[in-house]
């Protein structure tokens, strides 16, 4: 595909989410001017919870975002294992310190809404990011005499926008997606997660400080602190046949209850304790389909949208941030051959954690024999061998 005057023209970003803010940083730095789309008229406090990684936060740190993030941030010394079916603690898992001494970076929990926040200040801050919201990217056209040019939506009209090249980080039911041949489809794991938060001096000590995970028959539950410590973020998942693309749809308090039904009385207190609940369908997009074609490439969750059971969707959508703009310098002449080399350096990485999300979520909710040989795998665990699991996740960064 060849354009006329292409490099002057500014990398068009769809979408204002985690990956396409921290991408519209790490390309801009390289020299790019960006321009980032997104379908929401504002950015408003959606979302929950999020877990930071070392490997992310040493693409946050590169980014120059860390020290902003820091006051938002919490760093629980431990995650707690339990089994929801007898209410005893199965494993500790060393997070803090142990990890940030391996790893040279944190392992922060912090709220969704207050990183996209700080990215957003960080992309006004500097020259060269133009944000417009309620633009939804549809299309992108091109001939050789004329210019790339991408097709949005603001308020039913349709606008034109040229461009060097499409950036699709519309997240899990990505529009761009639909442009790159031979793409996978959304698709719906059966599993919802229903979550909420709760200002701290509202719930009983037990839930504070560190971070627990809770395993039992076909669900789940995680609890862990955000917002600098004031509220604890709260995520029961289990089965349910409803879905929607939305993460954000009111969730029936009654309704969880009934599923979570015979969970430890501590447990379903918690539950009880919130009138808030909302609830998104868990959806994952394969990571080994087709992420790029000519001048368009996927990040984050348009292009490997994972299951929550690694904790590492926003993660893998930050590190595409720092690889793309890695194979995307700003004298870059073939940007199609550059777009493909980001997605096949990578693939194999993205692959490989989806395929532990994958088996996370059948081993957290195992029953029977296979849930006892579990627990009994994690009593004999220690809190450091734990930890050190995912070094090869944790460890990342960018010129390893
Ligand atoms: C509102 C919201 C709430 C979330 N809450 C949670 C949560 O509580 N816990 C959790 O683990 N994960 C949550 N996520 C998902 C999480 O942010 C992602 O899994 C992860 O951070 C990867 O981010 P991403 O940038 O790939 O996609 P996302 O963070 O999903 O961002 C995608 C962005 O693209 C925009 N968009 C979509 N289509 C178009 C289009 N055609 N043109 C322009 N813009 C478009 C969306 O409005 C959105 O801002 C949430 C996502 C969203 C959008």
């Known amino acids: 595909m060849s354009t006329n005057g292409e490099a002057d023209h500014p990398i068009v970003i769809a979408g204002a989410g985690i990956g396409g803010l921290a991408a519209a940083l790490a390309l801009q730095a390289n020299g790019h ?7 929401a008229r504002a950015l408003k406090e959606v979302g929950a919870g999020l877990q930071l990684s070392p490997n992310a936060c040493s693409v946050l740190d590169q980014l120059g975002v860390l020290e902003d993030l820091a006051p938002h ?7 707690r294992i339990w089994s929801g079916a007898s209410g005893r603690q199965l494993a500790t898992v060393r997070l803090g310190n142990f990890l940030k001494e391996r790893h040279g970076h944190p392992f922060w929990q912090i709220h969704r809404a207050d990183l996209q926040q700080v990215l957003l200040r960080k992309a006004k801050s500097v020259e060269g990011i133009e944000l417009r919201l309620g633009c939804e990217i549809v299309d992108l056209t091109s001939s050789p005499y004329d210019h790339l040019s991408c097709i949005f939506q603001d308020d039913q009209v349709t606008g034109h926008q040229n461009c060097k090249a499409l950036i699709g980080a519309d997240g899990v039911w990505s529009k761009v997606r639909q442009l790159v041949p031979g793409h996978e489809n959304a698709h719906f794991s059966g599993q919802v997660a229903y979550r909420t938060t709760l200002p701290v ?4 000590k037990r839930w504070l400080g560190d971070a627990g995970l809770w395993l039992n028959e076909d669900s789940h539950l995680v609890h862990y602190p955000v917002k600098g ?3 604890l973020n709260i995520v029961a998942l289990t089965s349910e046949a409803w879905q929607d693309e939305t993460w954000s749809a009111p969730a029936d308090k009654e309704a969880l209850l009934h599923q979570f039904a015979n969970w430890p009385t501590d447990v379903r207190n ?7 609940w909302l609830k998104w369908a868990l959806c994952s997009v394969k990571a080994t389909a087709p992420w790029s074609h000519g001048h368009i490439a996927l990040l984050g969750d348009a292009a490997h949208a994972m299951l929550p059971y690694m904790a590492q969707g926003a993660a893998m959508a930050i590190e595409d941030a720092a690889v ?6 700003a004298d870059a002449t073939n940007i199609p051959a550059a777009l493909r080399a980001f997605e096949r350096e990578r693939k194999s990485r993205v692959a490989h954690v989806q395929d532990i999300s994958f088996g996370n979520a059948r ?3 195992y029953s029977g024999a296979m849930a006892f040989a579990r627990d009994m795998v994690l009593r004999l665990s220690k809190p450091t061998s734990l930890a050190s699991r995912y070094d090869d996740i944790y460890g990342w960064t960018l010129h390893q």
């Open 33 to 39: 001017s960006i321009i980032v789309m997104d379908k």
């Open 73 to 79: 941030a919490c760093a629980p010394d431990n995650l």
């Open 201 to 204: 001096d509202a719930v009983p």
């Open 229 to 231: 410590g004031r509220e």
């Open 270 to 276: 918690l539950l009880r304790s919130s009138d808030h």
């Open 324 to 329: 793309l703009a890695n194979h995307l310098p």
């Open 363 to 365: 081993t957290f909710h």
